[in-house]
């Protein structure tokens, strides 16, 4: 190497050490200021850089907030790029809580499929949610699908006991959809459910309210959406 090529790239590697121990030091500024703010009963997750307006990104029991590279100021809500028309702030929660489709235990699940089925989602119901219900009747809507439910009984005894029900049932998938759809309640459970394993996979994933929806490539959907919404999801699933 030539003189002076060694010398720009010392200069290259000097100034690149500098940036990196100039970003670590913010970040610990940021990570202490914050923390100082918060309190001891929350605990931050993470400090990265968030991409944007030079702005930190940090992560506290599983929310976000924004801070400037010292944590002096805190920005509190989501960040959209208008130009763009995304909401940056719900983009990175969506990809934070994906998880990995092929670790889901779906032997614990009750399987619906229509057509061939190719197409996969899995979703976590309550058999008293009345969304979950709205939820029945937009994949009714959609053809080659595969849904494998996973009972998750949140919302009272009741829903336990037909959970419980649901799962025993010689065909799950048949009587799920008998209940949730045609209101043909479940017999008494015949078996020893899973209740526990189900409602333990629940907190696994961070499972707080139903439905929620994992699709095939990991992204979660919080909530009922309506079959043309989940079509464009399904897709975007297929691509990746």
């Keep these: 190497m030539k003189h002076h090529e060694r010398g ?10 500098l940036t990196t121990g100039s970003a670590r030091a913010d970040e610990a500024a940021v990570r202490k200021n914050i923390q100082a703010w918060i309190g001891p009963d929350s605990r931050i997750e993470s400090v990265s850089k968030a991409g944007f307006l030079d702005l930190y990104e940090v992560r506290i ?9 010292q944590g002096r100021y805190a920005v509190l809500g989501d960040v959209v790029d208008i130009k763009a028309r995304r909401n940056l ?3 990175r929660k969506a990809e934070l809580s994906r998880i990995r489709f092929a670790d889901l235990p779906l032997e614990l699940a009750a399987k619906q499929v229509k057509g061939k089925g190719r197409r996969v989602l899995a979703t976590f119901e309550d058999p008293n949610c009345a969304y979950c219900r709205k939820l029945a009747q937009e ?3 959609l053809d080659d699908i595969t849904v494998y439910t996973f009972l998750l009984p949140i919302l009272s005894p009741d829903s336990t006991d037909k959970a419980r029900a649901i799962w025993c049932a010689r065909d799950r998938g048949r009587a799920w959809r008998d209940w949730i759809i045609g209101g043909k309640a479940p017999g008494k459970a015949t078996c020893a459910a899973p209740i526990d394993k189900l ?3 629940g907190r696994k994933y961070n499972v707080t309210g139903t439905p929620t929806i994992f699709l095939s490539d990991g992204m979660r959907i ?3 959406v309506p079959a043309a919404q989940l079509e464009q999801a399904l897709s975007r699933a297929k691509r990746r």
């Design 8 to 17: 720009l790239a010392c200069g290259l590697l000097a100034a690149f050490l």
């Design 61 to 69: 029991d599983g929310e976000l907030i924004y801070a400037d590279d």
């Design 89 to 91: 702030t719900q983009e």
């Design 139 to 141: 994949l009714e809507k």
């Design 199 to 201: 409602q333990a996979l």
């Design 222 to 224: 919080g909530g009922y």
